[in-house]
């Protein structure tokens, strides 16, 4: 008899030490708004009336919380979609267990005096890109309209755009663009190519968990789902207070920006964790099998990927 | 009694006087704040531009001199072939030891440009005035930079945008960037540092009124400000946005396109109207900008004229106070001349206004009613013995109309043992004593002599007139029997001696009371009226004869009738057909006939009764302006 009370005090104590347990989730980048609904899960005890612990972290850039979550180091993160195709191609144990960001952001911008209207307008002309994940769907595009460029590496900010080092930049809707407009650049004075208007829509942020954590711990894995969405969701009601508590975690990390930036920034991801879908959170963070397929058509043409990940398996959390 | 003003003269003369001097006075504050408020403004703006152009040009001079030292620094690389690593950092120091303003100096060279070193980027910096080198290509690939990457592309000089440095603590840094050319080829970037927290500093230490300045950089974001959250953060364009201001996101257009100007917007919290002058740096496309809150412009203003508006208000209360004084120093007179005319209402004309100095208004006012007085106290003692003489002719004239009364038969009925005939008199004179008589005696037995008669005018002459008209038919009477013949006697008498030209007119009847036979003489006299048994009424036919004591040879004729049972003669004078109303209407003979077809069947105290209350209800509240007298015969045989 002692020795089945035991047993039974070990287990219990190994359940209540697992469900107790900090769980770390990193979001791919510094804070802003484009994280809101984390900070708001967070914030407004989503995680906590879960029975989750969650400890927010940032990037700040310069690690890979797909490669932490994928060694273990970490057990939730937030990445591109792209970015996790490749390295799932590659064998890395990495789930989407929620897609949150629907509507690529990503796109170029020129400004109206640089005469360019129309993608064959960029021929010979100087384009700013970022690296990485940022290059797919502009390469893509290239090829698609057979643009000859001169490629410049384009730093996190718009001031050689602005002075006219290049004559084409590379920018996030909700941020770059937007600080351009803050910039004292009216919208009428930009021309903009958004990547999802020329059928290439990568979706972008989403969260992202080991593969062996997921098979052991799905009910955590649902619920810090549903408490991101639920974040959301209570952002977007309440978007004056989420942008006080955004603006509070970019203090935090010295970040130069402001209420209108992030209010901004609020708005677009809005629209891209909404778009294609309804305005209910039970129908957000989900993935349709024609858009990957349409993402890893593109990868497989640029040869990122060799193998097409399983559909069932990458997303644990579908249509 | 005291009596009371409902508005007295100095209420009056406080409205007359200080009304206009406020309209005026708040006139001239208004206009005098009005002007001074466009003088400060204008002097506000005129000093907001001088100094934001005189740190604006300091500034530029800072800059200018700053950009010298990379500038030079490429022209000596440019032309000098340098091969030598430590020659480099010699002429880096160099240029920064004759720069007081550059913190940090760098020459960046392209990849391999060096020695075919893939980076190499020596780099002195100032620390606590001591140069320190070391080379930039140990931090990463400098390229990628702002600083280096963005000139180069360029072809040309460049000023980054602010930026803070990590590695020494938390400095807000600027950096300018100068491509060096070699023979056509960019070979290098010499780019000097600058630690604008010197500026910060500079420029939170310029002092404007309440305001603040702040300082933008070439894309509108804020290098300085007074609220340090928006240091590095905000642009003007995003407060533009925040605080929805569209205004604001022009001027900050205008700011970065390198232009001046002085502008207004309401403050975004307040909502008080701000004035903000803005100054390019030309140097580095920056904007030097000074705001400064219209209320603090006007804050002097305002004290002034707070302070005209105590004055005006002392200035008013001094008028009012003195309007005051002096308008009870002028009424008090006046006061006293109300308080006395009330005294002399109640009778006493012993009052007199005294100690009345001066020569004006009141002082002849104070005059003329000690005069008003004196007279109504001399009016008052004529009056006094005007009355009593006249109280005194009164009582005579009670005592005439007592003795006149006494001449004409008062008793009625007068002749209590005769039951052939009812008769019945009344005068009323119209004033103490009365021209109007009447009589009435039996010659004999059977013979009634009935008299009726008006004298002319009225007072006490006419009743004396009366008395002897009276006594004379009395007296003839008794010598002939015939009506017509004591007229003709009578007025054979009267017309001696009578110089005063009265007279007379008289009705005399001679009544056979057993007959009915009424003889009658009419000299001059209203004929009376039969009213017979069956209420017929008529006037008796007229006879021949004037007045008596008019013409002493007039002749009178006589005139019977017979009376029947029940018929009533009407006697009466003028004072009846001819008593006025209110509106001097005459009662008239019509109105008289009308109401004698009433009373056939009255006796005559009834009748004579309701001949004077009928007159009455006719003059109403008219004054009596005739003597009245009726006499009522009624036969009460045959």
């Known amino acids: 008899m002692k020795k089945i009370a035991l047993i039974i005090l070990i287990v219990v104590s190994c359940r209540i030490f697992s469900e107790q347990r900090t769980l770390s989730f990193m979001m791919h980048w510094f804070p802003q708004a484009q994280f809101a609904g984390y900070i708001m899960a967070y914030e407004k005890g989503f995680f906590r009336e879960a029975d989750l612990d969650v400890e927010l972290l940032f990037s700040d850039g310069t690690c890979s919380p797909l490669q932490k979550v994928n060694s273990g180091e970490i057990d939730f993160c937030t990445a591109w979609l792209s970015q996790a195709i490749v390295l799932r191609s590659n064998n890395w144990q990495i789930v989407n267990i929620g897609q949150i960001l629907q509507k690529s952001s990503l796109m170029l911008v020129a400004k109206r005096s640089s005469g360019i209207l129309t993608p064959s307008d960029m021929n010979g002309k100087r384009i700013g890109l970022w690296s990485g994940d940022f290059t797919i769907q502009p390469t893509a595009f290239f090829k698609k309209y057979d643009i000859d460029f001169i490629e410049i590496k384009q730093s996190y900010n718009i001031h050689g755009f602005l002075a006219d080092a290049w004559q084409v930049a590379s920018a996030m809707y909700y941020n770059e663009y937007y600080k351009m407009i803050l910039a004292g650049w009216d919208e009428s004075d930009l021309i903009t190519f958004f990547f999802d208007e020329f059928d290439l829509n990568f979706p972008e942020d989403g969260i992202y968990t080991n593969e062996t954590f997921l098979r052991q711990n799905e009910d955590i894995c649902k619920k810090l789902c549903q408490a991101v969405l639920s974040g959301w969701e209570y952002a977007f009601q309440n978007k004056e207070e989420t942008l006080q508590f955004v603006l509070d975690y970019c203090d935090r990390y010295n970040m130069q920006t402001n209420y209108s930036a992030q209010k901004w920034m609020l708005d677009v991801i809005e629209r891209s964790i909404k778009f294609n879908t309804s305005e209910q959170k039970e129908d957000w963070g989900k993935i349709s099998q024609t858009t990957y397929f349409d993402m890893v058509k593109i990868l497989k043409d640029q040869d990122l990927i060799d193998s097409v990940p399983n559909f069932k398996t990458f997303f644990w959390r579908t249509e | ?638």
């Open chain 2, 1 to 638: 009694m005291k009596y009371h003003v409902k508005r007295p003269i100095r209420w009056k003369l406080i409205l007359l006087i200080t009304l206009p001097i406020l309209i005026v006075y708040a006139l001239i504050v208004f206009f005098n704040s009005y002007w001074n408020r466009k003088t400060a403004l204008q002097q506000m703006k005129d000093y907001l531009i001088e100094l934001t152009g005189h740190h604006a040009a300091n500034l530029d001079t800072e800059f200018a001199i700053i950009s010298q030292a990379p500038q030079n620094l490429a022209e000596v690389i440019s032309s000098l072939n340098v091969t030598d690593s430590e020659d480099i950092f010699r002429l880096i120091e160099n240029a920064i030891d004759n720069n007081p303003y550059i913190h940090g100096l760098t020459v960046a060279y392209e990849p391999k440009a060096f020695q075919n070193k893939r980076f190499f980027a020596p780099h002195i910096r100032k620390i606590e005035s001591e140069l320190q080198r070391r080379d930039l290509s140990g931090f990463g690939d400098y390229t990628l930079q702002d600083w280096y990457s963005i000139p180069a592309l360029l072809g040309r000089s460049y000023w980054t945008e602010p930026y803070y440095q990590q590695d020494n603590g938390r400095e807000l840094m600027c950096t300018f960037s100068v491509p060096v050319f070699k023979n056509g080829n960019l070979i290098a970037i010499a780019a000097a540092d600058i630690s604008l927290d010197d500026i910060k500093d500079r420029m939170g230490n310029i002092s404007i009124m309440a305001g603040y300045t702040f300082l933008l950089s070439q894309h509108g974001t804020y290098i300085y400000h007074p609220n340090p959250n928006d240091i590095m953060k905000e642009t003007i364009f995003s407060k533009a946005e925040k605080y929805n201001l569209p205004v604001m996101r022009e001027f900050g257009k205008e700011m970065i396109s390198g232009k001046s100007s002085v502008q207004s917007f309401p403050d975004p919290i307040t909502a008080y109207r701000q004035w903000m002058v803005y100054t390019p740096i030309s140097t580095n496309g920056w904007t030097l900008s000074a705001v400064v809150p219209e209320n603090d412009v006007f804050t002097a203003v305002d004290a002034i004229l707070i302070k005209h508006i105590i004055l005006m208000i002392t200035g008013l209360i001094v008028i009012i106070v003195i309007i005051v004084f002096a308008s009870l120093n002028i009424t008090r007179p006046i006061r006293n001349l109300v308080e006395m005319a009330e005294e002399l209402s109640t009778g006493n004309l012993d009052v007199r206004m005294e100690d009345i100095k001066g020569e004006d208004e009141i002082h002849e006012l104070a005059v003329v009613f000690n005069k008003m007085v004196q007279d109504l106290k001399h009016y008052i003692h004529d009056l006094t013995n005007a009355t009593r003489e006249k109280e005194s002719v009164e009582s005579e004239l009670r005592i005439a109309r007592s003795i006149q009364e006494s001449l004409i038969p008062r008793i009625f009925p007068p002749f209590p043992d005769r039951s052939e005939f009812a008769l019945f008199a009344r005068n009323l004179p119209a004033k103490e004593v009365a021209g109007d008589f009447y009589d009435f005696f039996f010659l004999d037995h059977d013979n009634l002599i009935l008299v009726i008669a008006d004298v002319s005018g009225k007072g006490v002459s006419a009743s004396l007139f009366m008395a002897v008209t009276k006594t004379l038919i009395k007296a003839k009477a008794n010598e002939v029997d015939r009506p017509d013949k004591i007229m003709q006697e009578v007025n054979f008498e009267l017309c001696q001696e009578n110089d005063s030209a009265m007279f007379v007119t008289t009705f005399m009847a001679a009544f056979n009371v057993k007959t009915g036979v009424l003889s009658y003489c009419n000299a001059g006299h209203n004929p009376p009226y039969l009213i017979d048994n069956t209420g017929k009424v008529s006037q008796l036919p007229n006879t021949e004869g004037m007045a008596l004591g008019v013409w002493e040879e007039c002749q009178y004729s006589l005139q019977k009738i017979t009376l029947q049972k029940n018929d009533i003669v009407f006697f009466y004078t003028d004072g009846i057909n001819e008593a006025m109303d209110i509106d001097n209407n005459e009662f008239s003979y019509e109105r008289l006939e009308e109401f004698l077809t009433t009373i056939n069947d009255q006796v005559p105290r009834k009748i004579t009764e309701m001949t004077l209350q009928t007159v009455k209800d006719f003059t109403g509240e008219a004054e009596q302006s005739d003597d009245i007298t009726l006499m009522v015969l009624k036969y009460l045989l045959g």
